[in-house]
């Protein structure tokens, strides 16, 4: 079963979003700084991470690139409710790039599409 590393400040996304992905078979780690973050990554060795862009006062590109110079092997999903992000250069370290909506359809197919069907 594949091991996902939910990174967001906001407590209420962190539950959605392990609620949702459990119902679909994962396992979910919850991080909610970068600090959380990184020592997750260490210590759980997540199959995949979804990160947040602002965490609080601290910014989710900081995670990016510490956690890309440690797994370079690791899928990570921006997920953030900012589309500026976006055409940041920094922000292509990742795998992909899904703006936040109440629809966890697109986050859903982008996580199958990097785990493939043999990590669920």
Not at 59 to 85: F, M, Q
Not at 111 to 117: D, N, T
Request: hydrophobic share 40%; with cysteine; proline share 2%.
């Amino acid at each position: 079963m594949a091991k996902i590393l939910i990174v967001d400040d906001e407590i209420n996304v962190r539950k959605l979003y392990s609620e949702e992905l459990e119902g679909e078979g994962y396992d979910t780690v919850l991080a909610g700084t970068v600090a959380e973050a990184i020592e997750s990554v260490e210590k759980e060795s997540p199959d995949l991470m979804i990160l947040d862009m602002k965490l609080g006062d601290e910014s989710g590109l900081d995670a990016l690139i510490e956690i890309a110079e440690r797994r370079k092997d690791l899928p990570v999903i921006i997920n953030s409710a900012y589309s500026v992000y976006k055409d940041n250069f920094q922000t292509w370290a990742a795998d992909a790039y899904i703006v936040k909506s109440v629809d966890l359809t697109p986050l859903k197919e982008k996580i199958r599409e990097l785990l493939g069907s043999s990590c669920q």
